[in-house]
Structure formats: structure tokens, C-alpha cells
């Protein structure tokens, strides 16, 4: 679909975003695109706009044969989702922020824009202003991509860049992120890594192709991070982040994860600090590239939903290129991972669970091993999950994993 004319657009949400959209619409004519009904929860809240754009009514906008285009920035993924699919079995464009209901709902959003011919913009919904997926779709679909890896999260790493460099408890950073408005009231999804997994989720199909669910990548969160894994991380000149990873480790496999890392200096990501968020694409012909930015926040996350707007005007539709390239790529636990294990107690750690042991410490207060794993031993450790313990992943995965890389080549 071509747009001709004026983007005439129904704009479900007016919060922060919402309302710096609204705002910028005015102020820029050129980009001929114009509110024409805004679709709120809470009709008594005062707000910075004409009282008669407001309504409480979903349908006067999906149903609005004159709107075109539908952004939708509510919280609410369930009704996200009504709002999206309804929009698209209309034909209407629809530019979205809601990464847990793409996430939930990848499979079908991509039939409902093949079955409607219309197009479904969500920049914004992985990393904020940083373009990540539109990266992927135009600039990485010949070369032979060898893995994506980031930051992805900005409250995490907030709270993370004040435990490894102020040596914050976790309590007190995440107490501080929220306080600052870059934590939720309830953190759960944030800390648990959960809003990781809905990003990298997304971000598999445009590098690879693979269509997934959230609960098909291995996922652990910060809350079980203790006071000494700063310490030996900075002993070892490190830095904790969580990170989204996918990286091909054969022909088809393809590896799938977040979790808390050890980062080293030479890495990009080891500078990523505060609520920003980093991306390192790693290809066979381009070596790496570095994307950086703020994920989160009224203007960089305006900035994209303004890019996907914008894009609209020329019909603009992600192709999917990577699902068309006949290689069936699909989500592997068959590789291997270096990790760091710290606990309470020796006892609760399986040794047999490692392929090879590279170090073990033991003193009063606190213990730790570290060693090679395969990710298919890890994921079913019992020991994993144990709230006393925690597990971080090294950067430099070691001997046995470069040389599943190796076998690439």
C-alpha cells in the first residue's frame, strides 16, 4: 500500500509518548501525518490536548474508514493485541511499541499482514531509537549474519552499572532506577529478564527467520546477582550486563539466550552504562557493528514510532527476508557456554554437570566455580533456579565454543 495522502492516524495511548507524538505531529508539517482521535482509559485526566480528539471508545477508531494508520502505545498487551489485529483485518497500517504482544503473537501478526496487505511497523518496540530491526531487515540480508548480541534492557543495566561501579546492593539501585523513573513500580519483567526475552524474541526473526515464542529462550534475570560477583568481576576486569544473545553455532542451530554476562573491556558493551542499551551485529563479511543509544524514555522511544510513521508514507512493510533465504534456521541447545557459579554452599553444585572445571573458590562467606557447561546441561541444573545461587556467563565462551565457530568458516 502506497499513501498518497495525509496520514490520518488513530492514536490509542496518551502518555509520555503519546503525548510527545501528538506534539511533534503538530509541529512538523512535512511529515503529512495528522491526529485525528486519541483513545484513552481514564477520561478525567486533565491533558494537553483538545478535549474533543479524546475518547473512551476503541471502535470510533478501528472503525473510522478514514483512518489509516493505527499507533497503538498502551501497556496493556492483551488489548494491544485486540487493537492490532482488528486494525490489520481492516487493511490499516499499524505502528506498535508493545514488545510482549509481538512477542506473544508473532506467528499470527505475520500472517495477518500477508492475508491484509498492509503494513505493521515496531521499531520501537526493541531498544528504543536505536534501529535495530530496520538494520537487520535492509542492511544484513545478503551478508551471512553470525550472531546479534546486546544490552537490550536499560533498567537492568542501570541497576547493574551502579552495583558493579558504586557497589549499590540491589535493593537499593533498583529502589534508586525507580525513583528515577527508569524502573517500573513492579520491575518483575525488567529484572527477570522477561522483556530481554520478548526483544530477542523479535529480533530472531528479522536476523534469522526462526518464528518463537519467549518461553523457547533460556532466560535468567539479575535478582539472584550477590554483592561478590562484582567483586571478582572486578578483580578480573569486568563488567556485569545482562545480554541478548543469538548467534549461529552451525549451518541451521542457532543459539538463544539471556543472561547476566561478564563483559570485558574490549568489547563495546563494556562502556554501555546507565539506561542505555548497546547492540553488536557480528557478520562473516562486515565484522561487528556497534549500535548505541537510550532503549527506554519519552524522546528516543517518540523518535522511533516517529521513524515507523514516517516510513508509512512511502508504504513502507517489513519483507521478512530471512524467512525466504531456504535455510530453516531453529533455536539449538546443542552448544556450550564458560560460566561462573557462586553459592552458599559447594554442595548444592553438581560437578559432574561441567564438561571441565577451570577454577573453584571456597571461603566462609561465600563460594564459586567456574567452568564449560553445555547450555543443554545448564538449562536443566537443578541447582539453576536455586535463589542462593548465581549463574553469569563469560563473554569469551573459551576453546570449545570458537571452535563451533571455526566449523563455520
Excluded at 554501555?272 to 551485529?281: L, M, T
Excluded at 512511502?314 to 519483507?319: A, P
Excluded at 557462586?342 to 563460594?367: G, H, P, V, W
Aim: net charge negative; proline share 3%; glycine share 6%.
Amino acid at each position: 500500500m502506497t499513501y498518497e495522502k495525509k496520514l490520518v492516524i488513530g492514536l490509542f495511548g496518551f502518555g509520555v509518548v503519546g503525548e510527545g507524538i501528538y506534539r511533534v505531529l503538530k509541529q512538523t508539517p512535512t511529515l503529512q501525518a495528522a491526529i485525528k482521535r486519541i483513545c484513552i482509559k481514564h477520561p478525567d485526566k486533565k491533558r494537553n490536548a483538545p478535549a474533543e480528539l479524546f475518547t473512551t471508545d476503541a471502535d470510533l477508531l478501528l472503525n473510522d474508514p478514514e483512518i489509516n494508520v493505527v499507533v497503538e502505545l498502551i501497556d496493556d498487551a492483551e488489548a494491544a493485541w485486540h487493537i492490532v489485529s482488528t486494525s490489520l483485518g481492516s487493511g490499516k497500517a499499524v505502528v506498535s511499541a508493545n514488545k510482549k504482544m509481538i512477542a506473544a503473537h508473532l506467528a499470527e501478526l505475520l500472517q495477518l499482514q500477508v492475508d491484509n496487505r498492509t503494513s505493521f511497523l515496531y521499531e520501537a518496540a526493541v531498544c528504543g531509537s536505536i534501529p535495530v530491526i530496520r538494520n537487520l531487515e535492509e542492511y544484513y540480508d545478503n551478508d551471512m549474519l553470525n550472531s546479534v548480541t546486546g544490552i537490550i534492557n536499560g533498567s537492568t543495566n542501570y541497576i547493574l552499572t551502579r552495583m558493579n561501579e558504586d557497589g549499590m546492593a540491589y535493593d537499593d539501585a533498583l529502589k534508586l532506577a525507580q525513583e528515577l523513573g527508569f524502573a517500573e513500580t513492579d520491575p518483575s519483567l525488567d529484572v527477570q529478564g522477561t522483556d530481554a526475552a520478548n526483544k530477542l524474541t523479535i529480533i530472531l526473526n528479522h536476523a534469522y527467520g526462526i518464528i518463537s515464542k519467549p518461553e523457547d529462550i533460556m532466560c535468567k534475570g539479575i535478582t539472584q546477582l550477590h554483592p561478590t560477583d562484582s567483586v571478582y568481576a572486578k578483580e578480573k576486569g569486568y563488567s556485569i550486563k545482562l545480554v541478548a544473545r543469538a548467534n549461529r553455532v552451525n549451518h541451521t542451530d542457532v543459539a538463544a539466550y539471556v543472561l547476566p554476562t561478564f563483559i570485558g573491556p574490549r568489547s563495546q558493551l563494556f562502556n554501555v552504562r546507565f539506561e542505555y542499551n548497546g547492540v553488536i551485529i557480528g557478520t562473516r563479511l562486515a565484522d561487528e557493528q556497534f549500535i548505541y543509544g537510550k532503549g527506554a524514555g519519552r524522546y528516543p522511544t517518540s523518535s522511533a514510532v516517529l521513524s515507523d510513521i514516517a516510513a508509512l508514507r512511502y508504504g513502507y512493510k517489513y519483507e521478512y527476508k530471512k524467512a525466504r533465504t531456504g535455510v530453516d534456521y531453529q533455536i539449538s541447545t546443542d552448544h556450550v557456554l564458560r560460566i561462573y557459579v557462586s553459592c552458599e554452599n559447594m554442595a548444592d553444585i553438581n560437578r559432574l554437570d561441567f564438561i571441565a572445571i577451570d577454577e573453584t573458590y571456597i571461603s566462609q562467606n561465600r563460594k564459586y566455580i567456574t567452568g564449560t557447561i553445555s547450555f543443554d546441561k545448564l538449562r536443566k541444573a537443578a541447582w539453576l533456579n536455586n535463589p542462593d545461587n548465581s549463574v553469569i556467563v563469560f563473554a569469551e565462551a573459551g576453546p570449545a565454543a570458537d571452535h563451533q565457530l571455526e566449523e563455520l568458516e
